[in-house]
């Protein structure tokens, strides 16, 4: 069965940074994209980002870029979320999410871990 | 970046009937869109992609259809499990994108 099990959330002061682990088991991990999403509390779902099997590519909403970092280690099936400088705005639940191989579309979801950004 | 518009934002239905969703996207995202159910407190789960396809696992009363800027998700023979809030995804052109959600509720 697929799991994908997200860790690294807590509470965190604005400009402050935290990084998000997801770790993923079940598949082929270095096959997929790997994919982030996040939901503000009793909002929709936010596209934050995702990064190619390799590496090679990796993509970020505007609201992210140059403050969040994707990365991923296959040989520890693991998926990294480095969040720098944060917002208040940034306070969501945050999914990783196994993506397809060519269709970049998340498939398989983590339970999610809670960023809260606050003083 | 290409935004995406759902409508409507909320449906009322009953158990039974037919309801269809709708999104729009704002250039031609040929038939990359997907589509995906969230409970409330839940973790999302996803039901369509490219357009019409299912993911594995889900039932065919879920079907999804349209390309260009104009989508639909219809659900038929609504069950008490199906009312949820619906999103769709972009995922023609990063940085991919969601709708602002349709919350379907029961009548």
């Known amino acids: 069965e697929e799991q994908l099990v997200e860790s690294g959330g807590g509470l965190v002061q604005p400009g402050g940074s935290l990084r998000l682990s997801c770790e993923a088991s079940g598949f082929t991990f270095g096959s997929y994209w790997m994919t982030w999403v996040r939901q503000a509390p009793g909002k929709g779902l936010e596209w934050v980002g995702d990064?190619?099997?390799?590496?090679?590519?990796?993509y970020y909403v505007d609201s992210v870029k140059g403050r969040f970092t994707i990365s991923r280690d296959n040989t520890k099936n693991s998926l990294y979320l480095q969040m720098n400088s944060l917002r208040g705005e940034d306070t969501a639940v945050y999914y990783c999410a196994r993506s397809g191989r060519i269709v970049v579309v998340p498939a398989t979801w983590g339970q999610g871990t809670l960023v809260t950004v606050s003083s | 970046d290409i935004q995406m518009t759902q409508s409507p934002s909320s449906l009322s239905a009953s158990v039974g009937d037919r309801v269809t969703i709708t999104c729009r996207a704002s250039?031609?995202?040929?038939?990359?869109l997907a589509w995906f159910q969230q409970k409330p407190g839940k973790v999302p789960k996803s039901l369509i992609y490219?357009?019409?396809s299912l993911q594995r696992g889900v039932p065919s009363k879920f079907s999804g259809s349209g390309s260009g800027t104009d989508f639909t998700l219809t659900i038929s023979n609504l069950q008490p499990e199906d009312f949820a809030t619906y999103y769709c995804?972009?995922?023609?052109?990063?940085?991919?994108?969601f709708g602002q959600g349709t919350k379907l509720e029961i009548k």
């Open positions: 250039q031609d995202i040929k038939k990359s």
């Open positions: 990064i190619k099997q390799d590496g090679s590519e990796v």
């Open positions: 995804q972009q995922h023609n052109t990063h940085p991919y994108s």
């Open positions: 490219s357009g019409s």
